[in-house]
């Protein structure tokens, strides 16, 4: 069984510039989560996706991160305009129907805000 | 809001010697307690997981227990070898919606 895919592996960009993310997760998986890692720190959960429909994005700064599921498969991730403190892996997981506990991580992406 | 606290957050121990870490939590709702190792690069993996209605879990060499009453849970590594280094994550939420909030890691360094 493929794993989460994500890409790239590696960003780095200026401040105030744009970055999207990409995910593909586990065939078959319903519900998908995006994460944000800054280093030394424990994962913070960003928004998660049942199919194609947001479940929980309380944590998402909207007003420069934004992220969609269309078809309830890949997903995206954007910031628009990044900050230095933007600068994080971010990491998508993905969870089979009825199991939400059971998050399968993704390699994550590395970004670097200059 | 909820908070999940973890410590050690950097531990050393001898090949061979056992390892400890702890994490409390402080949503009572939380009935989904997982572990999670990340080796430097890589991505986290699910190690053993405890739901609440379970005070403790074996599975070869690691085991986890839970304390509801007191909000806290424990990972124990027994027989440390080195491959057991790595970033070790603790996490606390529901098992019905699938939100977790991560402890803030524990580095632990096993010396050969």
């Known amino acids: 069984e493929a794993g989460v895919a994500q890409s790239p592996r590696y960003k780095i960009i200026e401040k105030r510039q744009s970055v999207a993310f990409w995910c593909n997760p586990i065939s078959g998986h319903a519900t998908l989560y995006w994460y944000q890692q800054i280093l030394g720190q424990g994962p913070k959960l960003l928004i998660q996706?049942?199919?194609?429909?947001?479940?929980?994005d309380s944590q998402l700064p909207k007003d420069r991160f934004s992220a969609e599921r269309l078809k309830g498969v890949d997903s995206t991730l954007k910031i628009q305009p990044a900050k230095l403190e933007d600068s994080a892996v971010y990491l998508c997981a993905s969870s089979p129907s009825g199991k939400s506990y059971e998050q399968y991580f993704g390699p994550g992406t590395r970004l670097t805000v200059t | 809001g909820e908070n999940v606290e973890q410590h050690p957050s950097t531990l050393s121990v001898q090949e061979g010697d056992s390892a400890v870490i702890k994490c409390t939590y402080s949503d009572s709702a939380s009935n989904y307690f997982p572990w999670y190792k990340q080796e430097l690069g890589k991505r986290p993996q699910l190690i053993i997981d405890i739901r609440s209605n379970v005070g403790e879990k074996k599975d070869q060499r690691i085991a986890v227990t839970l304390n509801k009453t007191a909000k806290h849970f424990s990972l124990h590594i027994t027989e440390t070898q080195p491959e057991d280094s790595a970033v070790y994550f603790c996490a606390a939420g529901s098992s019905n919606t699938g939100k977790l909030i991560f402890g803030q890691g524990t580095t632990l360094q096993v010396k050969p």
């Open positions: 996706f049942q199919n194609n429909g947001v479940v929980d």
